[in-house]
């Protein structure tokens, strides 16, 4: 009996030991495919990533440290809560459970390279273009170097079109020239001729600004952005963004902090629709023009006064001002023109004090039926969340966005997968929170001070873009499909950096908020 007990656990033993083997976690065939076709895009020469995962070596260098940044979530970076809406944003990034697990197995077990033919393919990097064949290729007229001083740096590099006619862009790509410098690049087109005239009166190549473009851009002039390890959309079929003939391409590139001189030439590619455009793309931009109070749900009533001194402080914010006539305060559609909303008097709410958790809740009270193509939040340092959503005629909720741990590093647009119609009459409700408190590491100023709107770092934005068109029947079964390869980080459209703003009064009064868009 007992011969027979051991004869079979041996056969047992021998039967499992080759399952055993195949089990093993190793670099080839476990740890590859999830480093190259989620990490390597931005970990490799030339690219923003700190180090290089790009072979068993670099990986196995790092390997305590992707398991430490992997348990915790924080990479691959994505701020969107992956259950709050009931879709899927398109290039969602992130590890399944069962990724992450492995990678600590593997760790755990000493880093075993295992088979080198099991080794999975590095995907194909874009090099030119993702796109295809471009349309037109512009790039800036020749190399811009650095100051090397470890500061930021914003430039704006004017490049003409050369266009006789209008045409219809159906996407624009950024290509940076170093990567490892440029941490994003905004696109506007400008057809006053006021930047090409900066440009000519900097003795260096293009103009220097500090966020924004340095001119009025309004929103139907703002064109896709550069974030690191983006791969640009096409946008949906039918769609187009107008490039009047004659504009010129402004291309406002952010260099990070640099111990070294080093120099950068960018271009961009334009591609142009092959078919006749049904619909232009449009953005609304949600600013504190458009918060309210949470429990009327209106901007509050602010005296001749108070609201002469909201307009002070945004000419003393964005520029001079100019005489003309109108009334201070009122309906900023009527003032800014479409892509913008809500009412000076909102301006007021938005101050953040010292040692608090501070909520804005902004509206948009949606007057026809649109189809959402993307959304994008910006914020800076201090703020710590977004709640976004839509309430319908009908008092359904329509969950869009929700972001729980903001991180000002890692902000970006987040296309949706498909058209998503909101309805007309439906509100849409935008509530972000910004912690100005000691339990705030990343809170510039210690002890904490008080805040509000500015173009700097240390100040803060409430800011949120949507990219849409008007609805037509069949949109919501419309889903869209990113380039190959799969992007770290898609972009479809920048918010206005730069707009002449009217804000009214018996004198009018004027401002240009430069830093509408400023480090990202």
Partial sequence: MHLKII??????????????????????????PIIYNNCTVCHRDGEIGPFPLTNFEEVRDEAYTIRSVTRKGTMPPWMPDREFSNFKFLGERGLTDQEIETIAQWVEAGMPEGDPAFEAPMPKFAEGSALGNPDLTLRVAEPYTIKGSNEDEYRVFVLPTGLTED?????????????????HGL??????????????SDPLSGYEVFGGFGVPIRPNATLPGYTPGAVPLRLPKGVGIKLP????????????????????????NLFFADEPVERYLKTRMMMPFDLVEEDTMQPPDLSLSERFEVALELIDEFGQGQSGNGAIGGDIADRLGEGFGGRLEGWSLFKIPPDKVSRFHGIWNVEDDISLISIYPHAHLLCKSWEIYAIDPGGNRENLLKIDSWDFNWQGDYPLPKYVKIDKGSVIHAIATYDNTVDNYLNPNMPPEAS???S???????????NYVDYREGDENTFFALSDPQPSEPVILRPPASIRVPTGGRTQLFFEPEGVVDSI
């Fill in 7 to 32: 004869t079979a656990l041996t056969l047992l033993l021998i039967c499992l030991s080759p399952l055993a083997g195949q089990g093993a976690v190793t670099y080839t065939k476990d740890i590859s």
């Fill in 167 to 183: 045409r219809d862009l159906v996407s624009i790509e950024f290509r940076p020239g170093n990567r490892a410098i440029l941490h």
């Fill in 187 to 200: 696109l506007a087109f400008d057809t006053t001729g006021q930047a090409r005239e900066k440009d000519v």
């Fill in 245 to 268: 003939a004659g504009a010129d391409i402004l291309m406002q590139t952010h260099y990070a902090p640099w111990p070294v001189r080093d120099s950068d030439q960018s271009s961009v």
């Fill in 452 to 454: 509000g709107w500015g």
């Fill in 456 to 466: 700097k770092t240390t100040d803060e934005m409430y800011l949120l873009g949507f």
